[in-house]
Nanobody, 123 residues
């Protein structure tokens, strides 16, 4: 049974930083691309960032490029999202996802999901 468990969310002031973690189990982590998505109230789940199985490639939504960094540690079966210079519009539930394909940016294309962690940025 695949499990993805996010942690690290919370309340932060605008301009601050947070680091999200996602611990994976039940899958061969090093064979999967990993991604982060987010969903704000009343909005569709949107792509944030993705990283290939060997960290050789990363991609970001334009809205977070230059502020967020995705990374992974295959020895720990964990993917991270470092979020800097946070803005009020970054407020959302952040989800970790796993998929065989690194290039998918639509949420319904990803195979496995975590339960989400809330990030709230106060202005």
């Amino acid at each position: 049974q695949v499990q993805l468990v996010e942690s690290g969310g919370g309340l932060v002031q605008a301009g601050g930083s947070l680091k999200l973690s996602c611990a994976a189990s039940g899958l061969t982590f090093s064979r999967y691309a990993m991604g982060w998505f987010r969903q704000a109230p009343g909005k569709e789940r949107e792509f944030v960032a993705a990283i290939s199985w060997n960290s050789g490639s990363t991609s970001y939504a334009d809205s977070v490029k230059g502020r967020f960094t995705i990374s992974r540690d295959n020895a720990k079966n964990t993917v991270y999202l470092q979020m800097n210079s946070l803005k009020a519009e970054d407020t959302a539930v952040y989800y970790c996802a796993a998929d065989r394909s690194y290039s998918n940016t639509l949420y319904y294309q990803w195979d496995y999901w975590g339960q989400g962690t809330q990030v709230t940025v106060s202005s």
